[in-house]
């Protein structure tokens, strides 16, 4: 069995869309996630056509999604920070202060689409940074900062069923610290930026936390809970992102570069975070830190 999930933002999915798809596919009864923004139903095979009908929906600004229906609720959360819980890149705002930020920019955009190897384009970023007062990582965090949407609801409301949230970031532990309390995560991996006499020295701690990394933190932390792989859903947007999305049994392209999209078959490109419990059959009514 399988469940075809509707998503849109608030207000934006009509049913008329929702049942006419329903019928097409010869799915079950429609069942409303959040009033004209999230529905679902059931179907016995995965449509042919399935990947037509997601592009046509693209243009409506409604995403599609199409899973298994056993076991899709899932016990663990691994997240990426930069442009999936938080909106920026942390590192884009750093360089940005430090006077460097079109060109860091440009090299975080290249990186994040896959087309520069990820430790030496981190390497080369960090190295712009030299001699910033390290007092402007919390100056960043206050003023340049801000929260992805539906973000502490996804973390609050899977961990009020139980399951454990990490944050993983190829970013800087100066950032996850933060986004990790303020939204409630367990706990968070990231690389380190080397300060000394209160400016950075250009240099980031080795070993580098690259997507490699994160295979290993969702591998290592899904062992030492005792579930599976396949227990975990996972986010992200970047290059870097790709190994955990295709290792978790439910991996999240959000927003993601088109070139990371085209690679995963769930996709949210116009729905916030909520997204990720509405795939796992969450109602918005049991949704918490809302």
């Not at 590192?91 to 060109?103: C, K, Y």
């Not at 367990?186 to 701690?205: K, P, S």
């Not at 936390?209 to 933190?217: M, V």
């Not at 795939?279 to 809302?290: C, E």
Request: with cysteine; hydrophobic share 50%.
């Amino acid at each position: 069995m399988y469940i075809a999930t509707l998503i849109a933002p608030a207000g934006a999915l009509d049913p008329a869309l929702v049942d006419s798809l329903r019928n097409a596919w010869g799915g079950g009864d429609a069942q409303w996630l959040a009033p004209d923004e999230a529905a679902e139903f059931a179907m016995a095979v995965i449509p042919a056509n399935r990947w037509d009908v997601w592009s046509d929906l693209q243009q409506q600004q409604v995403d599609l999604v199409v899973q298994p229906a056993e076991g899709r609720r899932k016990s663990m959360l691994l997240a990426d920070m930069d442009s999936t819980m938080i909106e920026q890149e942390c590192i884009d705002e750093l360089a940005e202060v430090a006077g460097a930020g079109t060109h860091v920019r440009e090299i975080t955009a290249r990186a994040m689409n896959g087309e520069l190897d990820f430790e030496g384009a981190l390497i080369e970023r960090v190295a712009l940074l030299k001699g910033l007062d390290a007092g402007m990582i919390d100056e960043v965090l206050a003023s340049r900062i801000s929260y992805m949407p539906g973000g502490k609801a996804l973390v609050a409301t899977m961990q009020a069923n139980g399951a454990h949230c990490v944050l993983v970031s190829g970013g800087f532990t100066a950032f996850t610290a933060k986004v990790a309390a303020d939204l409630g995560f367990d706990e968070n991996r990231a690389n380190t930026l080397l300060i000394e006499a209160g400016r950075l020295t250009g240099e980031v701690a080795r070993p580098i936390l690259g997507r490699e990394a994160k295979i290993d933190a969702l591998r290592a932390i899904s062992a030492r809970r005792g579930i599976g792989h396949a227990d975990v859903i996972a986010v992200g947007d970047g290059a870097n992102d790709l190994g955990m999305l295709g290792l978790a049994g439910t991996g999240v392209a959000l927003h993601a570069k088109p070139s990371v999209a085209a690679q995963c078959d769930i996709r949210i490109n116009h729905g916030d975070l909520t997204a990720l419990l509405y795939l796992q059959g969450y109602a918005r009514d049991g949704f918490v830190g809302i």
